[in-house]
């Protein structure tokens, strides 16, 4: 399983951003998909995922309302919406399969396969 991040840039705060992570293999729709985030001297932390049929959504506090996660299991694809930006959001953007499906998906140990990080950079 190949995941292949995209979509990041250098925006103004307020602004808007959308990733896409593009996930190779037959069985995107069984995997639990999330976003963490890194930034420049702080631990990988955990920012958005979604289950495997998109009914459940889930959010760190500091992006709720900002933020919107989605996918498209006919494409593999899993999105993050990123509106109003803030210069503490700049980071490398990591995203992440789950295939157990457990739903524990704030924890990055949890997930089994990581795509290569895609960097957002807000300035003000």
């Known amino acids: 399983v190949q995941l292949q991040a995209s979509g990041g840039g250098l925006v103004q705060a307020g602004g808007s951003l959308r990733l896409s992570c593009a996930v190779s293999?037959?069985?995107?729709?069984?995997?639990?998909m999330g976003w963490f985030r890194q930034a420049p001297g702080k631990e990988r932390e955990f920012v958005s995922a979604?289950?495997?049929?998109?009914?459940?959504?889930y959010y760190t506090d500091s992006v709720k309302g900002r933020f919107t996660i989605s996918r498209d299991n006919a494409k593999n694809t899993v999105y993050l919406q990123m509106n109003s930006l803030k210069p503490e959001d700049t980071a490398v953007y990591y995203c992440a399969a789950d295939k157990k499906g457990l739903h524990v998906v704030r924890l990055s140990s949890w997930y089994d396969y990581w795509g290569q990080g895609t960097l957002v950079t807000v300035s003000s």
């Open positions: 293999g037959r069985t995107f729709s069984n995997y639990i």
């Open positions: 979604i289950t495997s049929g998109g009914g459940n959504t």
